[in-house]
């Protein structure tokens, strides 16, 4: 039997004497994945975090990591012996010291055989060359974070652990350091869980992402199925990517729904022929048709760089989007028709 890197056994995570997340499982595989944990502010993602490197104490559940056990109801390893890194949100370098002095706090532990970060380059990946001199005080909070991120890194740790780790840094660094870091993780293979409430950093970091809503871990999954194959209603509206609209199934591979006609394609679930369901449908399930019997009225239309996102109005009233590649010629304004391709076909079609 394969032994996972970290395992997270049926744990509750209490903060302040309150449950914050409840009856939790999941692993981590493989030395070297990158986990990511999304959710709402004040779910509890922080406490998984501080729980794990020990700072807080489990209330039910096991914690091993390496095979051993490292928190339980009888058994709490010192957050000093876990050799464990947590990086948090808010600026946590010591004051008195330089910004390079925060940085090699703790890089000169034994490696115990791992091989030695390139610091220089860690350094320069994280844009902090010109701000070493300084101190905490004389500089931003972006620049703070990114010297907390590059002092947990130069650790070395089993585990890192990222409590927000970019949510500070300006959007037009922020996807440069999102590859650099990939790739140093990767490179170092060094195990790591990512707390974040940006979707899309936690679909490109994660190997698994975990979705945290209402005291509960509800689904944790390769990115790809999270998005593609949401397990509950709850999660569709957390990530906020589609919409449903009511549909009664017609056949095996089909659906009804009253203002598209047909819908087409794979069942992800079984549903008996009549039975009334909600469909999932997101931006990209439908296709634009200039010369479609079947268009819709724009209410609102999005420009995202690379791509226009079109919301439609059906004669229900239903508000639809549809995604629209931003070098397709004609464009469609407020009021105008829009076509929508038919037969409609979807390659995964999830209902609930």
């Not at 939790?24 to 729980?51: A, H, M, Q, Y």
């Not at 009334?276 to 760089?305: A, M, T």
């Amino acid at each position: 039997m394969t032994k996972n890197f970290l395992e997270v056994e049926n744990v509750t995570f209490v903060a302040g004497g309150n449950n914050k997340v409840n009856n939790v499982s999941f692993s981590i595989e493989k030395e070297g994945d990158v986990v990511c944990l999304l959710g709402p502010s004040g779910i509890g993602k922080t406490t998984i975090l501080r729980t794990i490197a020990g700072l807080e104490k489990v209330k039910k559940g096991t914690i091993r990591l390496k095979s051993k056990i490292i928190s339980s109801e009888k058994k709490h390893t010192e957050p000093e012996l876990r050799n464990i890194s947590l990086s948090f949100q808010d600026n946590s370098l010591f004051p008195h010291y330089t910004v390079e002095k925060n940085i090699y706090l703790g890089a000169e532990k034994k490696l115990n055989g791992k091989k030695k970060i390139d610091d220089k380059n860690l350094i320069k990946i994280l844009d902090l060359e010109k701000i070493l001199d300084k101190y905490p005080h004389q500089i931003s909070s972006g620049e703070a974070q990114r010297a907390s991120l590059a002092r947990s890194i130069l650790f070395q740790p089993d585990l890192l652990l990222l409590d927000e780790p970019l949510s500070n840094v300006d959007q037009s660094f922020k996807e440069e350091i999102q590859v650099q870091l990939k790739k140093l993780l990767k490179k170092l293979k060094i195990t790591t869980i990512i707390v974040t409430h940006d979707s899309y950093e936690a679909f490109y970091l994660g190997n698994k992402c975990g979705i945290i809503l209402d005291g509960q871990l509800k689904q944790f999954d390769e990115p790809y199925n999270v998005y593609h194959f949401p397990n509950s209603v709850e999660v569709v509206n957390f990530l906020n990517r589609g919409i449903l609209i009511p549909a009664k199934v017609t056949g095996e591979n089909s659906l009804e729904n009253k203002d598209l006609g047909t819908i087409k394609g794979n069942f992800i679930k079984h549903y008996p022929k009549g039975s009334d369901v909600q469909l999932l449908l997101q931006p990209e399930d439908l296709e634009h048709d200039d010369k479609s019997n079947l268009k819709l009225e724009v209410v609102d239309r999005k420009f995202r760089g690379t791509s226009f996102i079109y919301t439609l109005r059906t004669l229900s009233k239903m508000l639809i989007p549809v995604f629209v590649h931003s070098h397709h010629i004609h464009q469609h304004e407020v009021d105008e028709k829009f076509g929508i391709k038919r037969p409609i076909y979807i390659e995964h079609i999830v209902c609930f």
